[in-house]
């Protein structure tokens, strides 16, 4: 069973017995997972394999989860970036980092320089008071982190940031998820670029067919295919 919620433990301790979209037909089982403060958990698998329904079981919006998540201090302030971008049509980029604000209550002094500054370093200024529908799909990425990173949560839920970003825009959020595991926020994220994984990652969950195929470090993983010397993705294509 997911272990204590004290000082030092994880930020994000996850059993699903069971989950799905529907009442009795489970897509994923048996997934155990936990966050370290500062760590950076990698959730892969192949297409369709489970790991979007799992980040949904976590944050609570399956119509259908037997699972204990426990967040540290059972507050669960976490941040979710969705895989695609949500939005609305009718509010611009500073009007959305707005209502976030307001939805995390945080006071002027705060979101404010806080959203200039992330403007900033995701060269967004410019797109400041535009509408999101006229966003290329990058910047739309862009807003979504954007809005993640603005309430400076315990706990970031990733589900694959990485398509869409141009190499540069890649470094930058990398940079700024750094900064955020010195701070002590933990990082759960899905992704199938496995070789940023490979570098960036201190763990991973490999799901295949809505279930743990293997887990731990990337020398625990190679353990377990006994090549002592394999990258992340061979790895994954032994493993599933
Ligand atoms: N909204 C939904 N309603 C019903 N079934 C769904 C829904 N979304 C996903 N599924 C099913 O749940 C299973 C797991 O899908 P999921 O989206 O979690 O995979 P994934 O690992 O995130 O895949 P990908 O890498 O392609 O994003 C699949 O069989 C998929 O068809």
């Given at each position: 069973?997911?272990?204590?919620?004290?000082?030092?433990?994880?930020?994000?301790?996850?059993?699903i017995?069971q989950a799905g979209?529907?009442?009795?037909?489970s897509r994923i089982s048996g997934i155990r997972l936990?966050?370290?403060?500062?760590?950076?958990?990698g959730l892969i698998g192949p297409n369709g394999a489970g790991k979007s329904t799992t980040i949904?079981?976590?944050?609570?919006?399956?119509?259908?989860?037997?699972?204990?998540?426990?967040?540290?201090?059972?507050?669960?302030?976490?941040?979710?970036?969705?895989?695609?971008?949500?939005?609305?049509?009718?509010?611009?980029?500073?009007?959305?980092?707005?209502?976030?604000?307001?939805?995390?209550?945080?006071?002027?002094?705060?979101?404010?320089?806080?959203?200039?500054?992330?403007?900033?370093?995701?060269?967004?200024?410019?797109?400041?008071?535009?509408?999101?529908?006229?966003?290329?799909?990058?910047?739309?990425?862009?807003?979504?982190?954007?809005?993640?990173?603005?309430?400076?949560?315990?706990?970031?839920?990733?589900?694959?940031?990485?398509?869409?970003?141009?190499?540069?825009?890649?470094?930058?959020?990398?940079?700024?998820?750094?900064?955020?595991?010195?701070?002590?926020?933990?990082?759960?994220?899905s992704t199938h670029?496995l070789?940023?994984a490979?570098?960036?990652?201190?763990?991973f969950v490999l799901i295949d067919h809505g279930r743990m195929a293997a887990e731990g470090?990337?020398?625990d993983i190679?353990?377990l295919c006994?090549?002592?010397?394999?990258?992340l993705f061979d790895c994954f294509d032994l493993l599933t």
């Amino acid at each position: 069973m997911p272990g204590s919620q004290t000082e030092g433990g994880p930020v994000l301790d996850v059993f699903i017995r069971q989950a799905g979209y529907e009442q009795d037909q489970s897509r994923i089982s048996g997934i155990r997972l936990q966050v370290k403060p500062g760590g950076l958990t990698g959730l892969i698998g192949p297409n369709g394999a489970g790991k979007s329904t799992t980040i949904k079981a976590i944050i609570g919006i399956l119509p259908f989860a037997d699972a204990v998540i426990a967040f540290r201090g059972g507050k669960g302030s976490y941040a979710y970036v969705p895989e695609q971008p949500v939005y609305y049509e009718t509010l611009t980029l500073w009007e959305h980092l707005a209502l976030a604000a307001a939805v995390n209550e945080l006071p002027d002094e705060v979101w404010v320089p806080r959203s200039e500054q992330l403007l900033e370093r995701f060269r967004l200024e410019e797109a400041k008071h535009l509408l999101p529908g006229g966003f290329s799909k990058g910047m739309l990425q862009k807003m979504m982190l954007l809005i993640g990173f603005l309430s400076k949560p315990d706990v970031y839920i990733v589900d694959e940031p990485f398509i869409g970003l141009d190499p540069r825009a890649t470094r930058d959020f990398l940079s700024l998820l750094n900064e955020e595991r010195e701070r002590g926020a933990g990082i759960l994220m899905s992704t199938h670029v496995l070789d940023t994984a490979e570098k960036i990652c201190d763990d991973f969950v490999l799901i295949d067919h809505g279930r743990m195929a293997a887990e731990g470090t990337l020398d625990d993983i190679r353990g377990l295919c006994g090549r002592p010397e394999a990258s992340l993705f061979d790895c994954f294509d032994l493993l599933t």
